[in-house]
């Protein structure tokens, strides 16, 4: 169903004229990860020229011919040191606004249980914004996830791709759009959030509550070198799954912040000020359960492809 159905979305710039696109490929190093050891024997399979792997306790392990395209530049992403504002009633502080960890997981991986726990875990936080997101080629393994949708899967792929990987897997976790790290502990985890909640901001985020929605004001602190997506993410809270077949088979498994869409609200080119009015849906409907929670995303895309880069901003709605 469209996006339009469901949100009312108002732009306002605050600057007439035709933008300057900027387009400046960026990502971050993204590493492979596992948080326990592979257990079974599920061979690889390829996914469109890339090769996907079970939690890799051997990065080197990928099916042949992965990744047969050109890995692309990647400059350091520069962060810039906000503009001191004064504070007012209407405006998000920035240390209230999210670290986002995306986790890459499926029902049918048998070494993916550990890594939704910690996200359950990171979900009574509210300065960190866990979320899941279900990818759909393990179900062969004799389970189809129930959450997941080839988008997700396409998503994976684009970090994948910005990032220079040459193999999928789950579980993997990425920080922001831009970190991960080969086998975290809780401990390093955490460090590599507290390095990015400490980080100077890039934009100034500004929310009020009207009767007409969420107005949210964005504005960049400096110049920010790439063209943006204002996303809407919407997510469930908590969801618990019987698996009676497939590599975890016979375990009960608890997810949170299960991604159940995720939607382009606008782009913008992070010149002038940008201004949204959201309102999130009054009426889920069948597409979307009552508990439907929802946040924007602000992420910069990168080079031509419009891969998927940093996330600046994440502003949680509900």
């Given at each position: ?31 492979a990860l596992s948080l326990t050891a592979l257990a079974g024997g599920a061979q690889a399979q390829d996914l469109d020229g890339i090769a996907v792997i079970t939690a890799p306790d051997d990065p080197g392990r990928a099916a042949p011919g992965a990744m047969n395209f050109a890995a692309p530049v ?245």
């Open positions: 169903m469209h996006v339009g159905m469901f949100i009312k979305c108002k732009i306002d710039m605050a600057h007439g004229g035709i933008p300057r696109q900027i387009i400046n490929v960026c990502a971050g190093l993204l590493v990647r400059p350091t992403l520069n962060s810039f040191a906000p503009v001191g504002m004064p504070p007012s009633a209407e405006r998000m502080p920035i240390a209230a606004l999210p670290v986002v960890v995306e986790l890459f997981t499926s029902q049918g991986c048998s070494s993916c249980p550990p890594a939704d726990a910690m996200i359950a875990r990171l979900s009574e936080r509210r300065d960190i914004l866990p979320l899941s997101f279900h990818v759909d080629y393990w179900d062969y393994l004799g389970w189809t996830d129930s959450f997941a949708r080839p988008e997700f899967t396409d998503r994976q792929e684009g970090y994948a791709r910005a990032s220079g990987e040459r193999a999928l897997y789950t579980p993997q976790l990425i920080i922001d759009g831009r970190d991960t790290a080969v086998a975290p502990g809780p401990a390093q985890l955490m460090s590599l959030i507290e390095g990015h909640r400490i980080a100077p901001a890039m934009l100034s985020v500004q929310r009020e509550s009207t009767d007409d929605g969420e107005v949210i004001e964005m504005s960049p602190l400096s110049e920010l070198g790439a063209p943006m997506a204002i996303l809407l993410v919407r997510f469930a809270p908590q969801r618990e799954i019987q698996v009676t077949s497939g590599e975890n088979r016979g375990r009960t498994i608890t997810y949170a912040n299960v991604v159940l869409g995720l939607d382009e609200l606008a782009r913008w080119n992070g010149e002038q000020p940008l201004r949204l009015t959201v309102r999130p849906d009054e009426a889920n409907g069948e597409d979307f359960p009552p508990d439907t929670r929802h946040a924007l995303l602000v992420q910069q895309e990168l080079g031509d492809a419009s891969l998927p880069g940093p996330i600046l901003a994440a502003v949680p709605l509900d």
